[in-house]
Every structure is written in C-alpha cells, then in structure tokens.
C-alpha cells in the first residue's frame, strides 16, 4: 500500500495521528501536497461519505473522520498555498432569523469540508443582513441557509430577497434545508437548490461549482 | 412570592409493575377545572401549531384566528366524541416568547373557547402553556438573569393569569453540551450534560415555575428532555447514530427530568418526554405519552409501548392545514380520542384487563427496538428503582447509564432484544465507555471538553 493510500485509509478510520504522520511521510517521499490532499485526505472523506450515506457508519465515525481531515488539511496549507493550490470552492453556512436548532446546519457544515469546501459558519439566529454581509465579505461560491421550524422557513425566502436586492444574487447559489422545507418551497423562493440530508447537501453544492 | 426548595426522591411509588398502568397514578392531578389526570381514565391532550407563516405584529390577527378556529374545531369533534374531558397544549413558538403579549393573546385566545366549550357542555378541560425556551443563542446573558429569562418568567405568571391550569417547558440548561456529545455519541459529556449541567439549571428554573404556579393556582406540571433524548432518537431514525445510545441517553434524562418533580412540578409530565414513565415510576406523579398518534409530528420506535403508562394521550404536534375529514388538529384529536376511549374501557373492566391492553402496548414494541425496550413497564420499574438508590444527580445518571447498558445486553443476550451488528459494537464500545466515566460530577466537570460550554452562565 502507498503513502497516499494509507492516509485514504487512515481519515475513513479517523486516526488522527496516523493522518499527521504519513502526511510527513509523504512530503518526505517527494509525493506532491496536492496528491496528499486530493487522492488521501478527500478521496478517504468521499469514501466514507458514501458508506454513511448507505448507512453503513454512522455520524460519530465521519466525525472522527472529519476532525482528523481537518489536522490533516491544517498541516497540509503552507504547502498548499506554496503550491497554489486553492480549496474547491468557498460556502457560508447558518440557520435563519429565530431558528436556534443547529444540529442539521453542523452536519451539512462536516459534509462541505469533506468535500473540499472552505466553510465559513455564521452560527444560528443569522439575519439576512449578516447573510449579505457575509456574501460581500466572504464571496461565497455558495450560501446554505437552514431552518427547522415552519414559522422560520420564511425567512429562507426573506434572505433571499435580500441577496437580491444587494444586486449579489448572481454572485452566489442559494441552497436550502430543514425538516419542514421541500423543493417546491425552495423553486417558490428562488433559492438555487434544496438537499434533504447533509451528504446530499454536500453533493449538491459540489454539483452547483461546476454549473 | 412563594419559595420553593428541592426535596430529592429517596424511594420509588411504584415497587412492582402490577399497578403501573395507563389512566392511574399514585399522586394524581386535579386541575382547577376539576380534571383529574391519573384518577382513573386517561384523556386526549391535543397540541397544535399554525401552518407554515410568519408571527409579528402584522400577521397577529392570522395568527389568532387560526388558534381560534383550531380550538373550535377540537372543541366540536370533543362534543361530537363524547370525551369525558380533554386537555390542550399550547407550546409558543420563539417570537411569542420573546413577544408575551403575543403569546398570552394566544393563551387567552384558546382558554375561551375552552371556557365556552365547558360551559356549553359540562365537560372539564385544561390548558397547558409551554413557553418555549429562549435561553440560547449568541444574545444569552445568563440562564437565570437577564432578558431572556425575564421574558419566560413573563410569560408563565401571566399564561396563569390568561387561563393556563398548567404550566410546563422544554428546558435547554445543559443542550448546547450534549448537542455535541450525541453528534459524538460521547457518554461522559451526555451524563455530564444531563445530571450536572441539566439539573443546575433545572432547579433554579422549576423552583422559580413552581412558586408562580403557588402564587397563581396554575399548576407547575412538569419539563422534558425533548431537546436532548428527543433529538438522539430522530438522530438515530435517520442512521446518525446508533439507537443504543438514543437508548440510554433516554434513560439518563430521566435524571435531568425528576428535579422539575423535585422543585415542585406535580405532573402532568409533559408528552415528548417519554422518559416520563420513570419520573411517574419514582414519584407517583401521571404523566402524558406520545406515541403512534404522534406520527403526524416525528417519527418514533415507540409507537404503542408509550402508552402503557399514560396519563395523557397525546399526538405531539400538528399543523394546522386542511385534510380530507377537516382540519389536521381536529382530526389528529378524533385518533387521540378512540385510543383513549379503548384504554378507559379496558380500565372499566378491571385491573387485568388493564394490564393485558398495556402488555400487548408494550410487547408489540419492545423487542424490536432498543428505545422501545427501554419504555417497558417491568424495565421502567426496575431501572426507576436502581437509580434512586444513587446519591445524587451525577451517581444517577452514571447508575441509569450502566444499569440501562446491562439490561439492553442482558436482553439482546436472551434473544428478547434484535441488535444488528452495528447496533450490538456500539452496545459493547458503550459499555466499555461507561465503565471510564467520571468518578464524580466535580471530576465530570473537569474533564469537560466542549466549545459550547460557557461555566458563566452556569454560575461555574
């Protein structure tokens, strides 16, 4: 088994230290950071996403995963960044006004990172001035609003609006989620996408970079 | 004002399972209407929420005439159905905790078509007002000072005041920790949460309901662990996490649950809490259950084992949107009410025919999850029972932990429990787990390692 392929193996179990130290081995061997990256850090996380979407894991697992992806991606950036090499594409994330329920928002937050995605997390309770602004600030390729509530789902459509008129809506895609919400609700408010679950999200977003 | 203290619970009402059953509990409830929950009959409580739309000061006269109409509605098919007497919960959504006025508009508006309905046809009712708990969030100055607990403080005296014989919440104290332990499946910070942080909160919060429902002759009821063993049981319907854990996880809230009891809640338990079957187990107080008629609102493995126990038989939530036979809430009442009509019926018969309805509720459920095997009356009694044998909150919580893990294996061994082979890894990597918790809540504490834990607000 390769250096690479020994990362790929060790992020799908989530060790850590493991994923630290053949990375450094990897270096050492001359392998370049963008092969360490792509073919062991992401290609494992891929993996494993797909095995938790056939419900083969569970979420402690891709966690684990997750954290041990994101030790790895940290060691990894001054090479990176030497080598130019630039994430896959940038998401601002947060649960709309008045919905405090976050667990959903989190997961699809793990899913976009494992997919390469830098995620920025506005956290719960973000307005839609603090969406636009974030838009502005961040340049997002993507904003992914959550909502759990029905009386909060609205302001999905109320955000929006307001990346509308901020004349940014040309900017970035829009996907939605949340328990009460459904694709008609998401084509009605003109968001860009809706995804279900967090690996559909995840998938979702990397599907709307390329459109 | 009132003052309230805590009195711990040293023994249990209930040493065998012959007499815990549905409709029956030891310390029953009567309502200032005059409904008597646990006496004997078990009665639908029926809980609504609007359709999708917004609540502010623009949309507030919707807002009202849709509680209206869904009163109006329930009260007809009540009259229709002949039920013997009902109770309506009333949970606010967050801007009508963070409005009172809004929310008490709300309360008003339900308490009179309820006080209509009575009158009209002699038949009891209760309200229950659950103000949803606001206390999160980046604005949180402190659990127990500042403006969000001033607005919960609000709305309870003043939902007593509007018409709310009952007074209940779905406490937050502790959530943001165990958000994360059950994303991790992290035992020692999911105790933690529940028997220290939990409680903390718990007592300061019901102790303060309590000396409202005192001071107001509302009646201080009882708090769940929605926020935590709830959200563990969705998580685990959707493949997230093992439903072991979910499992023990309901178990260990129980602890959490039993102080509102202790500071002066006296029940009814609120219904999403479904580890209120060991808080009614220890101290004899009744408790409302969910179960299939709450399809409408979650998903749940406990569909009928939820019943063997109720109090109150209740559908959790629904929306208000039109169905063939009418509106959802009326319609999710008339299931409320035929179940309960067949409960109260196998009561009329005698105590046997009671438990033979309750045995085929729980035997139906209990051996095809382990959530469900966990809500068995025999395993509610006996677990209630080791785990007040513990001093304090943290030695119960790592009591119902262990004892809940050797009944789940010691089960699943019997081949009464079906595990698949994920379920039954994390079963024994749970097990392992709680043998290394803490040894005590200080050492708990300390070894608590979570971004979302801020000790200030805890007073720590």
């Avoid at chain 2, 979910?246 to 260990?252: L, N, Q």
Wanted: contains cysteine.
């Amino acid at each position: 088994m390769t250096t690479v392929e020994s990362l790929c193996e060790a992020v799908q179990k989530g060790k850590t230290k493991d994923v630290l130290a053949l990375i450094e081995a990897g270096l050492d061997e001359g392998v370049a950071p963008e092969e360490l990256l792509n073919e062991g850090l992401l290609k494992g996380m891929g993996l494993l996403g797909v095995r938790f979407k056939n419900n083969e894991v569970f979420v402690p697992e891709v966690l684990l995963a997750a954290r041990a992806l994101n030790k790895g991606t940290e060691l990894l950036k001054p090479k990176l960044i030497e080598a130019g090499v630039e994430a896959k594409g940038k998401a601002v994330i947060g649960t709309v006004l008045g919905d405090l329920h976050d667990i959903g928002k989190n997961l699809v937050k793990m899913m976009l990172e494992g997919s390469g995605f830098e995620v920025v997390d506005l956290g719960v309770d973000v307005s839609d001035q603090r969406f636009v602004e974030a838009v502005v600030a961040e340049a997002p390729d993507v904003l992914c609003l959550s909502a759990l509530l029905t009386t909060t789902m609205g302001q999905q459509k109320t955000v929006v609006a307001a990346v509308e008129a901020a004349g940014l809506r040309d900017k970035v895609k829009i996907l939605v989620g949340g328990a009460p919400v459904t694709p008609n609700f998401c084509a009605e408010i003109g968001a860009d996408g809706y995804a279900p679950d967090a690996a559909s999200a995840a998938e979702l977003a990397t599907a709307m970079l390329e459109r | 004002m009132a003052v309230v203290t805590r009195t711990v619970a040293r023994g249990v009402a209930y040493a065998t399972a012959d007499d815990f059953v549905f409709g029956r509990a030891a310390r029953p409830v009567t309502t200032r209407s005059g409904l008597v929950i646990g006496g004997g009959t078990v009665f639908p409580e029926i809980n609504f929420t609007l359709p999708p739309m917004l609540v502010t000061d623009a949309t507030m006269a919707d807002v009202l005439a849709q509680y209206r109409a869904i009163a109006e509605g329930i009260c007809e098919r009540a009259a229709a159905l002949q039920v013997p007497g009902f109770v309506a919960e009333i949970e606010t959504l967050p801007p009508m905790t963070f409005h009172p006025e809004w929310g008490l508009a709300v309360c008003r508006t339900v308490a009179d078509v309820l006080g209509e309905f009575e009158a009209a046809h002699g038949v009891p009712t209760a309200l229950r007002l659950t103000p949803n708990d606001i206390r999160e969030g980046r604005d949180l100055e402190h659990l127990w000072h500042g403006r969000h607990w001033d607005l919960i403080m609000e709305v309870c005296a003043g939902a007593a005041a509007a018409g709310a014989d009952l007074l209940a919440i779905e406490s937050v104290g502790g959530k943001e920790v165990h958000d994360e332990a059950v994303m991790y499946c992290d035992l020692a910070t999911a105790v933690t949460a529940l028997t220290v942080l939990a409680p903390r909160d718990m007592e300061r919060l019901w102790t303060a309901i309590a000396a409202i429902g005192a001071d107001t002759g509302a009646t201080p009821a009882g708090d769940t662990a929605c926020g935590f063993a709830n959200t563990a049981m969705v998580l685990a319907e959707r493949h997230y996490i093992p439903r072991v854990f979910a499992a023990v996880v309901r178990v260990v809230a129980a602890v959490r649950s039993l102080v509102a009891v202790e500071c002066g809640a006296r029940g009814p338990h609120t219904d999403c809490g479904y580890e209120g079957v060991y808080v009614k187990a220890v101290t004899g107080t009744p408790v409302a259950m969910e179960g299939r008629t709450a399809a409408c609102a979650h998903f749940s493995p406990v569909g009928n084992v939820a019943g063997c126990v109720a109090d109150l038989w209740s559908n959790e939530s629904v929306q208000n949107v039109k169905l063939l036979a009418g509106p959802a809430p009326s319609v999710s009442f008339e299931q409320l009410a035929y179940d309960c009509r067949l409960f109260n019926t196998a009561t009329a018969r005698g105590p046997a025919a009671a438990r033979a309805l309750r045995d085929l509720h729980s035997e139906s459920d209990a051996g095809l999850d382990p959530q469900a095997w966990v809500l068995r009356p025999d395993v509610v009694v006996r677990l209630a029972g080791a785990i007040v044998t513990a001093d304090g909150d943290y030695a119960r919580g790592v009591t119902a932990a262990r004892a809940t893990l050797e009944e789940l294996r010691r089960a699943h061994a019997a081949g009464e429990l079906a595990l698949d082979g994920r379920e039954a890894d994390w079963l024994d990597a749970l097990s392992r787990a709680a043998d290394d918790l803490p040894p005590d809540a200080a050492a708990a504490l300390a070894g608590l390692d979570s971004e979302a834990f801020d000790p200030k607000k805890y007073d720590l």
